[in-house]
């Protein structure tokens, strides 16, 4: 049985109360199911009518002065600790920002991009083929015969599969990107990716990135190949470096020629890193062979084209000053970092 109450008394109880917890104690032991006044109530029915309607007048001014009381003191109780929270939670605004670490792009996936931007301005599409190519694919179509020397010149890895190589160049997407077009006019894609050969020291690594070039259409001449590559070489590198092409040798082109821009350590002078030359060769290409059209699928009669391959890591040593490109792959942040603001537009 709970005991009796009276108004004077719960006035004073709940004025004391100094925790919600106590209010919401009273609050059951009051109004609560079997609290005090809701007994009371049940009581009634047992009352003569008269006694019953002043009794219960009573009981409900009682209750809606107790639940009214209750809901007071909560409030205030409520914001009492609101208050306090605020003075203990005050902000120093004295206090520096906290600078989010936000991640950074890796110097080779920033050189690729801009070289994929400039491929896309002048107007080529970019094309992409799988780094476990059939030898077929990565050798024969590109007039690589089996026994061909040029073949020991890659220093390949093999599989397990018999047939299948890692691709020693982006090469091979030459081929698919005939095939994929099945004849039509004009080819023009800019194939990016990696590339796989057995080298390792200060200016080769086994995983490296290439990018290749591959415009095919009626009437391409080699005066196409020498005004694109000079006009992509100086987006790429800056106008003002200077370039010269070498004729050379490629099995999938004929003729073939190689493209140097001026050493940018000595500029022309001649040191150790140009081998006192004053150039360094930034990529090969040429007009595309016969064979190699046929077997994308293309006759060498109604159609020619160029093609070029570079090394996008000497690309990367060249914007970003580097001396050895081993350092890129190694993620070491400290290192990588360094890069963030180099390379100009990079
Ligand atoms: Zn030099």
Redesign the pocket.
């Known amino acids: 049985m709970v005991e009796p109450i009276s108004w004077p008394d719960v006035e004073r109880l709940i004025a004391e109360a100094s925790s919600t917890e106590q209010l919401k104690q009273f609050r059951v032991a009051w109004l609560g199911k079997k609290g005090w006044i809701t007994a009371q109530m049940k009581e009634l029915g047992g009352l003569s009518p008269e006694l019953r309607r002043v009794r219960g007048a009573e009981l409900n001014t009682l209750r809606n002065h107790v639940a009214t009381a209750l809901d007071a003191k909560q409030a205030l109780l409520e914001d009492a600790a609101e208050h306090e929270k605020l003075l203990r939670e005050t902000l120093d605004l004295t206090l520096p920002g906290r600078t989010p670490v936000a991640g950074l792009l890796h110097p080779m996936t920033r050189v690729r991009r801009r070289i994929e931007d400039i491929a896309l301005r002048l107007g080529f599409s970019l094309a992409y083929g799988p780094q476990v190519e059939s030898e077929w694919y990565n050798f024969e179509a590109l007039n690589i015969p089996k026994g061909h020397p040029a073949r020991d010149m890659q220093d390949t890895f093999f599989v397990d599969v018999p047939g299948l190589v890692l691709r020693t160049h982006t090469s091979p997407v030459q081929i698919r990107s005939m095939q994929d077009r099945q004849g039509a006019l004009p080819v023009k894609v800019f194939a990016p990716g990696l590339v796989y050969r057995r080298d390792d020291d200060a200016t080769h690594v086994p995983m490296f990135q290439q990018v290749e070039g591959l415009w095919l259409d009626r009437h391409i001449s080699l005066g196409d190949l020498l005004g694109t590559l000079t006009e992509w070489v100086g987006e790429l590198i800056g106008p003002e470096v200077a370039t010269r092409f070498r004729s050379s040798y490629f099995p999938f082109t004929e003729p073939s020629v190689e493209m140097d821009v001026g050493?940018?350590?000595?500029?022309?002078?001649?040191?150790?890193?140009?081998?006192?030359?004053?150039?360094?060769e930034i990529l090969g290409s040429g007009m595309v062979h016969p064979a190699v059209l046929k077997n994308g699928g293309y006759d060498p009669d109604q159609v020619s084209g160029f093609a070029f391959g570079m090394g996008m890591e000497r690309v990367a040593m060249r914007l970003f000053g580097l001396d050895d490109l081993r350092l890129l792959y190694q993620n070491d942040l400290r290192y990588l970092e360094r890069f963030q603001s180099g390379g100009d537009a990079v």
Do not use: E, Q
């Open positions: 050493c940018a350590i000595c500029r022309g002078s001649g040191c150790r890193i140009c081998k006192d030359t004053g150039w360094v």
